[in-house]
């Protein structure tokens, strides 16, 4: 069964998503960044190079050559079967095929064009007994 993390409260979306992605690469959790949007890949490789004054976390795109070497993947499809990684959905959109996936993370932010098709997504993952746990990020994202 897939279990989903919504984080809900963000400022920012895509700041709050390379947190997270940097956090869980602390933790050696491998993960698939999907956004449909090429604007948002581009943004979320700048902050993953630079977020962090000590370092970066390490990331490709799904097409690159090291892509099977690398933590942390971006894609703009999801049409490829994927591994055992983490997908932190960014598509205001439920993933093609989200219940290959063990671990869904849902970054939600305070504007109302995520925050709305956030609680759609959150219903159906409900619906289809999912295991769905809640974090409001608003006083640190």
């Known amino acids: 069964m897939t279990r ?9 979306r895509l700041h709050a998503a ?7 690469h602390r933790k050696s959790t491998p993960v698939l960044i999907y956004t449909p949007r090429e604007e948002h890949a581009e943004t979320l490789d700048r902050l993953l190079w630079t977020q ?7 990331h490709c795109r799904t097409n690159a050559a090291l892509a099977a070497e690398t933590p942390v993947l971006i894609t703009t499809q999801l049409d490829a079967p994927t591994d055992k990684r983490t997908l ?10 989200f219940d290959r996936f063990s671990h869904i993370v849902e970054i939600i932010s305070l ?6 098709p956030g609680r759609d997504r959150f219903r159906f993952y409900r619906e289809q007994g999912c295991s769905i746990e809640s974090h409001d990020i608003s006083k640190n994202a």
């Open 18 to 24: 390379a947190q997270w992605v940097a956090e869980a």
């Open 111 to 116: 504007s109302n064009e995520v925050r709305l």
């Open 88 to 97: 932190v959905n960014l598509s205001d959109d439920i993933p093609a095929g």
């Open 52 to 58: 962090t004054s000590l370092g970066f976390t390490p």
């Open 4 to 12: 989903i993390s919504f984080f809900h409260g963000a400022n920012d």
